[in-house]
């Protein structure tokens, strides 16, 4: 199933936690500024 692209912009406290949360799930990180509070991310999920 082609679920296409979304985006997900959760609030959260601890922005290095989350990252690396996100990061062991397998997203990668390409852009934003974490000094100012937000990051954008993906997953390939065909990989």
Known sequence: MD????SLSPKVKH?????????????FFFGGAEIQGWLISTYDCAG
């Open 3 to 6: 679920l296409d692209a979304f």
């Open 15 to 27: 922005i290095a936690i989350s990252y690396a949360f996100y990061e062991g799930l397998g997203f």
